[in-house]
């Protein structure tokens, strides 16, 4: 571990004017002490020195903490743990997809730690990233990406660039992604609103940014719309080495809203494909009106995995998603408490 400081502002102000002054902000620190002692930030091969760190607990008072109703929807703080978030009634009742989600992720211990606001801006798993003996563009832009040729099992099949085929690894987001969630930031001068949708970034040539936030941007919450239309019919799949502590090769996050076996609306969203969660939503509206079955649902994964490639050790993904969208979907047709193992 290198030598950094540490500041905790007692107020939003206090830690926006850190944040201006170049701090990095520390939550539940489950990925970024990780980061720290493993060098890749805090040092000069890291790119990030020097490095301040910004507690931003003390904070949680100001009501980041909550998890409130906002009309039919909700809004989730940014310092609401991933435990706590999971299992509040309102999100279990209004959406168990996401309660599924993050309960499929990490183990107790880590979600009890883990916040919301630290869950999206949790970094790739890439063990090129984390070890900062070898080139890695994310971590250091222009020295090469040796995972195109390299140690590829867990990478993306879709949306790469040459520079970067790195998976984002949260199971949360990719719920949060199906669900049109919208995340809510501030910074010194005011304050902005991201679609979900826009909030992770595809490398492109630029990889070393994950997301679109920022420097001296705060997420202080995420809102969450009504979906009480998919409550019924959705389903988290998480496909891994382990059954737990491990993360996905492959998830999928599905709901529908049926009338019958008619399909009147879907929400399809992927993770462990891409540096972002995945979604194509014309797939999503090409099964509108179709009958819920393997026929349609088939058809949407061929739709969804258009252009995917694979990079050799990760080849098994291409025929692995196209099995989970359509297992997800036929488990979401069943129904969510089927899904969740509440009924038999
Ligand atoms: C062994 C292990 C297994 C795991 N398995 C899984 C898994 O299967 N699925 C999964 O989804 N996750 C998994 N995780 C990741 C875990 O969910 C994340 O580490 C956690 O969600 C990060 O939250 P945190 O509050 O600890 O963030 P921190 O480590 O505190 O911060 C992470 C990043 O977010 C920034 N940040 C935090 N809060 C804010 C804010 N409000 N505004 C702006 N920036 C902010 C920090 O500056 C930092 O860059 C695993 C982690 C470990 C260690
Ligand atoms: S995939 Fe991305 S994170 Fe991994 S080595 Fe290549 S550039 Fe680095």
Not at 15 to 30: D, E, M, Q, S
Not at 203 to 231: C, K, M, N, Y
């Amino acid at each position: 571990m290198n030598p950094f400081s540490y500041t905790q502002p007692k107020d939003i102000d206090g830690v926006l004017a850190r944040l201006a002054n170049g701090a990095r902000p520390i939550a539940g620190g489950t990925n970024l002490l990780d980061l720290m002692k493993e060098g890749v930030y805090g040092t000069p091969s890291g790119g990030m020195t020097p490095l301040e760190l910004v507690d931003i607990n003390a904070i949680a008072t100001a009501g980041l903490d909550r998890i409130e109703e906002s009309g039919k929807g909700l809004r989730l703080g940014a310092l609401a743990r991933n435990a706590d978030t999971a299992y509040h009634p309102l999100v279990r009742e209004r959406y168990p997809l996401l309660s599924s989600a993050i309960l499929a992720g990490a183990s107790p211990q880590l979600r009890n730690m883990a916040t919301n606001g630290g869950n999206l801006l949790q970094r790739t798993r890439c063990v090129y990233f984390y070890d900062v003996g070898v080139p890695c563009n994310k971590r250091e832009p222009g020295t090469g990406c040796p995972a195109k040729h390299g140690i590829n099992r867990q990478h993306a099949i879709l949306g790469t660039s040459e520079h970067c085929i790195a998976t984002h690894p949260s199971d949360m987001c990719v719920a949060l992604r199906a669900l049109d969630a919208v995340v809510h930031v501030r910074a010194r001068d005011g304050g902005r609103e991201i679609p979900f949708g826009e909030f992770h970034r595809l490398p492109g040539d630029r990889p070393e940014l994950d997301s679109t936030l920022q420097p001296g941007e705060l997420i202080t919450h995420i809102a969450l719309p009504d979906a009480a239309r998919f409550v019924d019919h959705s389903a988290y799949i998480k496909v891994r080495e382990r059954l737990s502590y491990a993360f996905a090769l492959v998830s999928v996050a599905a709901a529908l809203d049926l009338d019958g076996d008619a399909i009147r609306g879907a929400r399809i969203a992927l993770g462990g494909v891409a540096h972002k969660p995945w979604r194509v939503e014309e797939a999503e509206r090409e099964l509108e009106g179709k009958q819920a079955g393997e026929a349609a649902f088939t058809q949407a994964a061929e739709r969804i995995l258009e252009g995917a490639r694979g990079w050799g050790q990760n080849d098994f993904k291409l025929p692995l998603a196209k099995n989970a969208i359509v297992q997800a979907l036929m488990s979401a047709t069943r129904g969510t408490a089927y899904a969740r193992g509440e009924k038999e």
